[in-house]
């Protein structure tokens, strides 16, 4: 026929016209029908894929198969994790948004199952990490000899929690408030593998050693590199072989003959 938004009622009820000579029954009277309620369903189905692929729902099951939980909380995360891209808000909004949407065990969903869900993530960020980075790069990159850093600043209306808000370099221009540091590690793609809380003073030099930490307790490779965006330089380190000298000497790091500093003109991934 045509795409539906092209369609006119008068091409339909035309049609309908033409071809009930042809039926036994003739042509269907439509009643009136009332629309009770309707829900949103193509855009979760199209992250429930990507969800899938990425082996969540399986990763998220068996953690909580080690747990005991009296709800879905491969449902909870997922909820959150799919309001945060469609619809973000706070808690109560996810909860009241999976109301207005449609996907399997969103709706014996309570409040308290989204708090309970957020605790066991922070307890289980490494197990969760570990285990989507298999699957990152058994099936969607086979090279992570390459990896990128990109901090940001992170400010709290608050005191925060002791461990992490500091004052320091406020990238919101809010050096009035305490922080926190997040890094995210990606790879040369822009894959998301891992991300880091720092406390709010920390450097970027300090960043920089913890990312190569990470590489080396974490990436399934011998030799890696390393790169964090500071301005338009990009520092690169080999992985197995520069850590104890950051260590070392902290502010002379960045002379060193191990360091590499490239200037990108044009390109830049952007995180």
């Known amino acids: ?30 009643e009136p029908v009332d629309v009770v309620e ?36 491969e449902a909870a995360v997922r909820a959150m994790v799919f309001a945060r891209v469609l619809e973000p808000s ?11 949407v449609w996907a399997t065990g969103l709706e014996q969903l309570k409040l308290q199952h989204l708090y309970r869900s957020l605790d066991f993530l922070s307890e289980a960020k490494g197990d969760i990490e570990a285990r989507l980075l298999q699957v990152l790069t ?3 990159m086979a090279d992570v000899r390459l990896v990128l850093l990109d901090t940001t600043s992170v400010y709290l209306e608050g005191e925060g ?24 590690l990606t790879s040369q793609e822009g894959l998301p593998l891992a991300h880091v809380l720092m406390p709010g003073s920390t450097s970027d030099l300090v960043a920089m050693q913890e990312g190569i930490k990470w590489i080396s307790s974490s990436l399934p490779v011998s030799e890696s590199s390393f790169s964090a965006f500071r301005a338009n330089r990009i520092p690169t380190w080999s992985a197995s072989s520069c850590g104890a000298e950051l260590n070392r000497k902290r502010e002379k790091a960045l002379t060193k003959a191990r360091l590499t500093s490239r200037v990108l003109t044009a390109g830049l991934p952007v995180l």
Not at 1 to 28: C, F, N, T, W
């Open 161 to 184: 929690p002791k461990e992490l808000a500091q004052f320091g370099h406020s990238r919101d221009k809010r050096p009035d408030r305490r922080q926190f540091i997040l890094g995210l």
């Open 38 to 73: 309707a829900r949103e369903y193509g855009t979760l189905l199209v992250l429930e894929h990507l969800w899938k692929g990425l082996d969540l729902d399986r990763i998220l099951g068996r953690l909580a198969e080690e747990r005991s939980f009296g709800f879905d909380l």
């Open 138 to 140: 058994q099936q969607l």
């Open 1 to 30: 026929m045509d795409a539906e938004d092209r369609l006119s009622p008068g091409q339909v009820h035309r049609l309908i016209a033409s071809l009930a000579p042809y039926s036994l029954k003739g042509a269907p009277v439509a």
């Open 90 to 100: 706070s808690d109560r909004g996810v909860l009241r948004w999976t109301k207005q």
